[in-house]
């Protein structure tokens, strides 16, 4: 059977396929520990900088016995916390795999002198202007038109990886069919920025984007009522959800830092990012939630909130789904109430009882 490499470097932009090898190496640790899960750690460099994650590496778990520790962002390391970590690979625990992550097409050249060329693989994504084609061509073949507008929007709305790309654009058109239905329209569908707007914020099926719009007003009521509708439906999966979310709030973060550094707001707009790849807010409602969420929330909250998704994301990986009402719950607590610093066990379930 094989057995998984001590360490594998993931760079590139296309975090869809990136995530889909994710899964593949989880099921190679799997296979290798006779079906049994290894037990997963997430770190980001900020999270790590008093070496925590070389604590997950070597230390020996209770509960499963391999451990599987992913470091995203790796662009973001500092040289001492590379080289810590380079070292590590020179004499690797024989019971823990790392993944090193990055958006960007290298990292730290320490980590690339430890890691073999076999154990390293790039993710490339489309250009914007092939993303954009994708989607005119998409809807081209189901006879609908989409305006320049409505693509740049939709694709500020969509991670930057192919496999939404294309789950939000079946859905908009289904959306769109039933519309065109009801309104006994003639001609051909047409998608416009305002279409998009309407399918995103204002209809009936809740998703991360409408649960980011209550956490933006910091409405713990409203949050925890979309969360449960979200629950109800199927659709509250802890990947998509705690992936749209680090996503929503790390362009939020990029969006606050350009205006703390003189930006005006509009400008913010289009030069916002996330993990340097360009997001710009687009539409009046988007953007809207963002200068919302810009006056309730600090740049340090969304540093702590970054950081604590990423925690209870870990531990749903680990708990699984007994306490996942638990965890969302506490996350969306923690968020709204306390700006991302954790709270104590006592004092949350306190809290718990009166919402």
Known sequence: MNKPFPAYLLLGPESGNKSQRIKEILSLCRNFNS??????????????????ILAALQNASLFAPYRLVILAEAENLKAAQAQMIAAYLKNPSDTATLII?????????????????????????????????????????????????????????????????????????????????????????????????????????????????????????????????????????????????????????????LIDEGEPESVACNKAAVLGKSAAIRGKHNQKIYHQASNRYTLPDIQHIISYICTIDGQMREFGNALQPVLYDRLIYTIIRHGGVPVTKDDFLKTRVSL
């Open 101 to 257: 992550t990055s958006a960007q097409n290298s990292v730290h050249a320490s980590l690339t002198k430890v890691i073999p060329t076999k154990q390293r693989e790039m993710f490339w994504e489309l250009f914007d202007n092939q993303k954009k084609d994708w989607i005119i061509s998409y809807y081209r073949s189901k006879n609908i038109q989409i305006t320049r507008d409505a693509v740049d929007l939709m694709l500020s709305l969509v991670e930057n990886n192919t496999q939404d790309l294309k789950v939000v654009s079946q859905q908009l058109a289904s959306y769109m069919g039933v519309i065109h239905e009801e309104k006994e329209a003639a001609g051909p569908m047409k998608i416009t920025e305002d279409d998009i707007e309407q399918y995103i914020f204002h209809s009936k099926s809740e998703s991360v984007f409408t649960l980011f719009e209550k956490i933006a007003d910091r409405d713990l009521e409203g949050t925890l009522e979309i969360l449960q509708a979200l629950q109800l439906s199927r659709e509250a999966d802890p990947i998509k959800l705690f992936g749209g979310l680090l996503w929503q709030f790390r362009r939020l973060y990029s969006f606050m830092s």
């Open 35 to 52: 079906g049994e899960d290894a037990e997963l750690h997430r770190f980001y460099p900020f999270e790590t900088e008093n070496g925590e």
